[in-house]
């Protein structure tokens, strides 16, 4: 956090960026942000980077949904995803009842893992579009700039936003999607690109080409990670108010890590543990080491290889 | 190459490339180039695939150059590549001294291995035009879409075309880099891509854009599958008149593949061979087999690993 634009600029590998941003640029931006470094700092360590959690998984009865709401709730968050593609009807069906369980005004987002073609997307999403869906999250393939382009058009007369990212492979395409404004969120992950100096780059592209940052959060330890990225965005970049949401999922955090993440008032509380908050208990360890751990026992493969610890 | 159209069809995973091209349209397409079938068949067997080699290796004297081009020309090969991002002051030198060796008609085509960013290509690629390059190869990022298109768009008045694939990580990438004209030359790699599929596709989709599919060679045992596919290409799908060439380089053939390719006027021979062609001599598997091979023998690592057979 308290890494000086200079350093943050010289990590950066600028080769194929400097036509959408220049680390010249990126500086005086940096610096810029500065000004109000002290009160953006204050006000992002009180209040959190604001969350938001799937609440509608494929695999759930409409009973088990309004369960995870209520937990989600309980947390204090407000916006909530769902998964699409399961088929029209059903997803209509789903996205009413979802509707109406959150509320008029709360957010939802829907999410297709990348199961359309470019046109599929389009005419899928009309047919949601009495939802009021916030974004549609990975509607194609995830290197398809032209055809995530064409999505985003076609969707933006509804209030539709495109959002991508935790699959993206490389700060290009990133790029490409910024620039052309492909995207309306920029969902950057912790671990898909090649380290942290290539989403800082991203970060800073988001933030020159007006583009929220709305890191991607789930697999194990990602969410404590992701947490470290959103602070960073949002007091030393872009600030708080561009209407961030950073995933959210609570499983594999209590028990598991060291310094789980915490949420309070919808919000990621700022981690005060030195590092990414990745440690783990040592019980967890010994538990899920393979083969000595509990959880493997009577798990064995059933094949010829055998393992000696 | 006998495989009807509807297996052909079937083969490929079409989710990501209707909007560019639709099954239908491919199988009409395969049907309607059945029509010359015989007489192409025949014409593209008889000529064998014209090929294109590198003469001009960065790591060369001018001395090794010229041997090189009368290597190659020596096959009948009348179209040479040559690396450049050298330094302009020494590109301008080396590409005066290749066009004054290989003849005012030549075709010179020029690769640049991604070491650009996008307004660097154009303002470097302006500066070697007097030399006529016939296409600049991967002038930057692999998957930078937009910004091949922009490349492709400045060169294009100065008659040069833009190449790329040997590294393109998917058939998404390709079916934009068709849709939008961002290259003119489509090099299909025959190991890159996820299998046989999405070559497949990339031909057909190349076919429907107007655009030549000139494979790239390189790589041990590449030249021999590419041969294939430019094959299949000429005979089954595009023809043979586009302009194809494939690339060619001459090692790693005879005494390691049983059936080395063969070039013959500057043309690939059709293999008669049944599969790749990539099985290898026995004494040169022998030989490279680690850690008991002759070439290991005095090279074993310094570090505590040992190996044993």
Tied chains: 1, 2.
């Excluded at 308290?2 to 600028?14: A, F, G, V, Y």
């Excluded at 395409?173 to 090649?194: G, N």
């Excluded at 783990?280 to 064995?300: A, I, L």
């Amino acid at each position: 956090m308290d890494l000086p634009p200079e350093k943050i600029i010289q990590s950066i590998d600028w080769r194929y960026l400097r036509d959408a941003l220049t680390p010249e640029e990126a500086f005086d931006r940096l610096v810029n942000s500065q000004e109000n470094r002290a009160e953006q700092e204050h006000r992002v360590i009180q209040k959190g980077v604001k969350a938001y959690s799937t609440a509608g998984w494929l695999g759930l009865t409409d009973q088990q949904i309004l369960q995870t709401i209520e937990e989600v709730k309980a947390s204090g968050l407000d916006c909530f995803k769902m998964k699409v593609g399961g088929g029209i009807d059903f997803d209509r069906k789903r996205m009413a009842f979802l509707r109406d369980a959150i509320g008029t005004d709360a957010l939802l987002m829907t999410d297709a893992n990348q199961l359309w073609g470019v046109d599929e997307a389009i005419d899928y999403m009309k047919q949601l579009a009495e939802f009021r869906p916030h974004w549609i999250e990975e509607p194609t393939a995830r290197d398809d700039v032209f055809g995530f382009q064409r999505i985003a058009e076609a969707l933006q007369p509804l209030g539709i936003g495109v959002a991508t990212g935790e699959q993206v492979p490389s700060p290009v395409i990133f790029k490409q999607m910024l620039m052309q404004q492909a995207i309306q969120f920029c969902q950057i992950d912790a671990t898909r690109l090649a380290g942290v100096q290539d989403v800082l780059a991203v970060i800073l592209m988001a933030d020159k080409f007006g583009i929220p940052v709305c890191p991607h959060g789930g697999g194990i330890g990602l969410c404590n990670m992701i947490v470290h990225y959103a602070l960073w965005d949002q007091i030393c970049v872009s600030g708080p108010s561009r209407g961030q949401l950073v995933e959210y999922l609570n499983f594999l955090q209590d028990g598991v890590f060291l310094n789980p993440v915490a949420m309070k008032d919808g919000a990621y509380q700022t981690p005060a543990a030195a590092g990414w908050g990745l440690e783990m208990e040592e019980e967890f360890v010994r538990d899920h080491t393979y083969p000595t751990g509990s959880v493997w026992q009577g798990r064995e493969a059933s094949g010829s290889i055998t393992f000696v610890a």
